[in-house]
């Protein structure tokens, strides 16, 4: 089975760092991806990490510990337009086995 | 840049009618999904087809069925809709299945 825990909600200030963690129990693993989702539109894709370590995007980065299950996402110098939800999703290994999404972090970013 | 567009941003259809979800990508992806998408559940996959006439059941398929005729054209078909079916379905395509996924704008369906 597969298993993908996010936060529901999530909180921050203009200008600040946040973190969003995503931790995964599943059956092999191939690759974890972000996305981000702004209310009302389609997910679109930020990162993907398939080793371990830090992949930086700008002012988005994401983190993978493969022997812990666990990634993070993190934005720096937080912007309003930042409030969004973002949505972990892990590929598995083999075959034709498509992407298993978390249910989403939304993020409010408050002046 | 790839498209994929789905024929319309909201509907709404009355319980036991029948309802066609086109979706169309323009990137000759060989593989496309449909998800649906409701608060506090996520996204989840009702129905994916990695080629032409090919289709697998995803973790919701019970009152949903597929078609997928040509390459570019993954229509989801709800054969006697419900208020349950109430959601905001979205439609994906990628090169490979597990590979990034280019997400459609979404269709809003509200069954009464």
């Known amino acids: 089975g597969q298993n993908i825990d996010q936060p529901t909600e999530m909180t921050a200030t203009e200008g600040a760092i946040v973190q969003i963690n995503c931790t995964y129990q599943?059956?092999?693993?191939?690759?974890l991806f972000w996305y981000q989702q702004h209310a009302g539109e389609a997910p679109t894709f930020l990162s993907y990490?398939?080793?371990?370590g830090l992949e930086e995007k700008g002012r988005f980065s994401s983190f993978l510990s493969r022997s812990k299950g666990y990634s993070y996402l993190l934005l720096k110098e937080l912007q309003m337009k930042d409030s969004a939800s973002y949505l972990c999703a892990v590929r598995a290994f083999g075959g034709n086995t498509p992407l298993v999404f978390g249910k989403g972090t939304r993020l409010s970013v408050i002046a | 840049d790839v498209k994929v567009t789905q024929s319309s941003r909201y509907l709404v259809k009355r319980t036991g009618e029948k309802v066609f979800l086109e979706c169309v990508q323009d990137m000759d992806h060989e593989n496309m999904f449909w998800y649906r998408q409701d608060p506090g559940l996520g996204l989840r996959l009702i129905y994916f087809s990695y080629d032409v006439k090919m289709k697998e059941k995803g973790d919701i398929p019970e009152g949903y069925s597929v078609s997928r005729e040509k390459k570019e054209r993954f229509s989801l078909i709800l054969e006697s809709a419900s208020t349950n079916q109430t959601s905001m379905y979205l439609c994906?395509?990628?090169?490979?299945?597990?590979?990034?996924?280019?997400f459609g704008q979404g269709t809003r369906l509200t069954v009464v």
């Open positions: 990490n398939v080793l371990d």
């Open positions: 599943t059956s092999g693993f191939n690759g």
């Open positions: 994906a395509s990628s090169p490979q299945v597990g590979t990034e996924a280019f």
